[in-house]
């Protein structure tokens, strides 16, 4: 059944290494969201996006976080520098645009930067 | 601006009782709500919606909620709860005309034998 793949589902880093997420949404959604999730914050969205287009990103540092969608079938998020404050679990959901806002979420990617 | 509030972040109930999980919106608009589910290491799924058809919602695994303008609520039953209910639930609002969602901040539910 169709559901939204990301990669790697765990990832250890150090202070100051890259990372990249990868998300693969549902065939044939238009629109993808990134979150992060911790005890202390809870589900915060960092990007969203609409037929590729980036629409909101305001809940993501600018400063070291970037997301992107190079095609259809594929979203990225990228952390460079990363901090230990970004240890998190970061989920990507896609869904159709003007659907009632049904998302289908990830099984996420476990973040811990030692 | 919408919002949700989700009444208490534990509950917890015997096997077999009922389960109330309580969420509040707040909406300029008609809202669509929403209540996913989350178990545990898993991504969020989706239990039910609201749309503005029927007013008594009923989504997966037993689970409904019913929508009460007058209350501004949309709180999730179950009439007989399953170990395996155990979860974190939350409580969303789609955005306006986005397809954003808002989400409360979880109610972690607990099943006792």
């Known amino acids: 059944d169709a559901r939204v793949t990301q990669t790697p589902r765990h990832k250890v880093t150090e202070m100051g290494q890259e990372v990249t997420m990868r998300c693969q949404p549902i065939?044939?959604?238009?629109?993808v969201f990134w979150y992060r999730q911790t005890m202390m914050q809870g589900l915060e969205l960092l990007a969203y996006f609409r037929n590729r287009a980036p629409l909101d990103d305001s809940g993501m540092p600018k400063d070291r976080f970037s997301a992107e969608m190079p095609d259809a079938t594929l979203a990225t998020l990228k952390i460079q520098p990363s901090e230990p404050r970004d240890s998190a679990v970061y989920f990507c959901?896609?869904?159709?645009?003007?659907?009632?806002?049904?998302?289908?979420f990830g099984p996420g990617t476990r973040l811990t930067v030692l | 601006a919408q919002s949700v509030t989700q009444l208490g972040s534990h509950v917890s109930v015997s096997e077999g009782a009922l389960v109330l999980l309580r969420c509040n919106y707040s909406?300029?608009?008609?809202?669509?709500l929403f209540w996913y589910v989350q178990y545990p290491n898993q991504g969020l799924q989706l239990l039910l919606k609201?749309?503005?058809?029927?007013?008594l919602v009923k989504g997966i695994n037993g689970f409904e909620a019913e929508f009460k303008k007058s209350e501004t609520s949309f709180h999730l039953t179950k009439p007989s709860a399953h170990m395996s209910d155990a979860a974190e639930y939350f409580c969303?609002?789609?955005?306006?005309?986005?397809?954003?969602?808002?989400f409360g901040t979880g109610t972690r539910l607990q099943v006792f034998p």
């Open positions: 065939l044939g959604h238009n629109t």
């Open positions: 909406s300029s608009v008609p809202p669509y």
């Open positions: 609201y749309t503005s058809a029927a007013t």
């Open positions: 969303a609002v789609s955005e306006g005309n986005t397809d954003k969602l808002i």
């Open positions: 959901a896609s869904g159709l645009a003007f659907e009632a806002g049904e998302q289908f």
